[in-house]
């Protein structure tokens, strides 16, 4: 937003004398008038040595109430106003402004707050959606209202007690909002405070062969996924695992997490069709032994949930 005397500088030439003007039309202010009742010790020299900032306090009030958006803000400070107060320092007046904070700003910030607290690893942040409404979850597809229910109450629970060291495993077919119903999960203890991670699997282990080679990357995203309060792999047992990713990047992960802090998972796969997954690569055919030993750190620390309902593919979840 401009100050005054830049709107004034933009004025024709031979109208300068309107900026009088303008400061008698800011004294006027309904806003002014009110700063004058409450401090009737301030004189006008005093107001007007200050008259740019009451130029602004007037013009983003103004501004405020025909609001036009928060990405539209004209004001100097988007979401800001500004405020006055007043008070005497040896015997004279000073004037000070302040920036507010408006209600669009507070809410933008907290959802910022929010979203920082979720990672989201190859998985499309429009599609995790931006606000979830567990009535229209349920009035969308009514067949998935025990999935819904179950996750409100692991919610609550996380809420009251902490959060519980088994995580859940979202098994259900194509398009039932499985990767939504996660997320759903994440943003709202993110809300309260716990950070969270969710990776879609199939791209994550394609990286992760990739990051062989920059090990300093690679160390660092699994720490990411070590160390969050919550983590999601979405879709796993449609990833092309090899031996490398299987025991000593995915294991290493759920090894550390185990009995400590709860992973979540969404699949299409039971979990012994997950495991039968887990004992075939490409490279090394079936190891049984190995996709048994990676389940133990799977199948003990989950509660599976059942999501049941038609396919929302192509439409809100």
């Not at 031979?14 to 806003?31: F, N, T």
């Not at 959802?111 to 995790?128: C, N």
């Amino acid at each position: 937003m401009e100050s005054l005397s830049e709107s004034i500088s933009r004025l024709p030439f031979g109208q300068a004398d309107k900026s009088a003007e303008i400061a008698d039309r800011v004294l006027g202010d309904p806003l002014v008038a009110k700063l004058r009742e409450r401090y009737p010790e301030l004189d006008e020299r005093v107001l007007r040595l200050n008259m740019n900032r009451l130029y602004q306090m007037t013009t983003e009030y103004r501004n405020c109430r025909s609001c036009p958006g928060l990405d539209a803000c004209p004001n100097d400070l988007q979401g800001h106003s500004t405020g006055i107060n007043c008070e005497q320092v040896n015997g004279r007046w000073q004037i000070h402004d302040y920036k507010t904070a408006c209600t669009k700003w507070t809410a933008f910030e907290q959802q910022e707050r929010i979203r920082r607290r979720v990672t989201s690893l190859y998985v499309d942040e429009k599609a995790l959606g931006e606000h979830y409404d567990e009535e229209e979850m349920l009035r969308l597809d009514p067949n998935r209202a025990v999935a819904v229910d179950r996750l409100q109450e692991y919610v609550q629970t996380a809420i009251r007690e902490g959060l519980p060291k088994r995580g859940l495993y979202l098994q259900g077919d194509f398009g039932t909002g499985k990767t939504y119903m996660a997320g759903y999960l994440l943003q709202k203890l993110a809300k309260v405070g716990f950070t969270g991670v969710i990776v879609y699997m199939p791209e994550f282990v394609e990286d992760a062969k990739a990051l062989m080679f920059e090990p300093q990357k690679l160390k660092e995203t699994i720490t990411l996924m070590k160390d969050a309060d919550l983590l999601v792999f979405d879709d796993i047992g449609a990833e092309n695992l090899t031996p490398w990713v299987r025991d000593h990047v995915l294991g290493a992960i759920l090894n550390h997490r185990m009995n400590r802090k709860p992973t979540f998972y969404t699949s299409n796969h039971d979990l012994d069709d997950l495991e039968k997954h887990f004992s075939f690569t490409h490279k090394e055919g079936e190891e049984m032994h190995k996709g048994q030993r990676l389940m133990d750190r799977v199948r003990p620390f989950v509660d599976v949930v059942h999501v049941r309902g038609r396919n929302h593919r192509g439409s809100r979840n």
